[in-house]
Nanobody, 127 residues
Framework: QVQLVESGGGSVQAGGSLRLSCAAS????????MGWIRQAPGEAREGIAM???????SYADSVKGRFTVSQDNVKNTMYLQMTSLKPEDTAMYYC?????????????????????WGQGTQVTVSS
């Protein structure tokens, strides 16, 4: 089991920045693969960033070049630095970790039955 707690969301104007944090506790093996998922009202879940082994990162095209995911293995915390925010980034942001290390893909992370999720933190970007 992994427990995940997100923080850092808020309201910003377009072009602004925010940094989200995800504090993790529990199964250390699952924390080697973590990611950020977002969901806007009426929209499908979107896996936007992943970090594996604390170093290897990947991003959805929608955020590439604007968002940076990182992981502090000492603090068991994952971060998402978001810059050049756009109104279309408005969503609830969740951090996720797979229920099994073999499920370390975006496809599994966006599915709650294959991953642990936090409670989410709201990001609202106004134009």
């Amino acid at each position: 089991q992994v427990q995940l707690v997100e923080s850092g969301g808020g309201s910003v104007q377009a072009g602004g920045s925010l940094r989200l944090s995800c504090a993790a506790s529990g199964d250390a093996a699952s924390m080697k693969c973590m990611g950020w998922i977002r969901q806007a009202p009426g929209e499908a879940r979107e896996g936007i960033a992943m970090v594996t082994g604390g170093e290897v990162t990947s991003y959805a095209d929608s955020v590439k070049g604007r968002f940076t995911v990182s992981q502090d293995n000492v603090k068991n915390t994952m971060y998402l630095q978001m810059t050049s925010l756009k109104p279309e980034d408005t969503a609830m942001y969740y951090c996720a970790a797979p229920i099994h290390p073999g499920y370390c893909t975006v496809g599994y992370l966006v599915e709650p039955k294959f991953s642990h999720w936090g409670q989410g933190t709201q990001v609202t970007v106004s134009s």
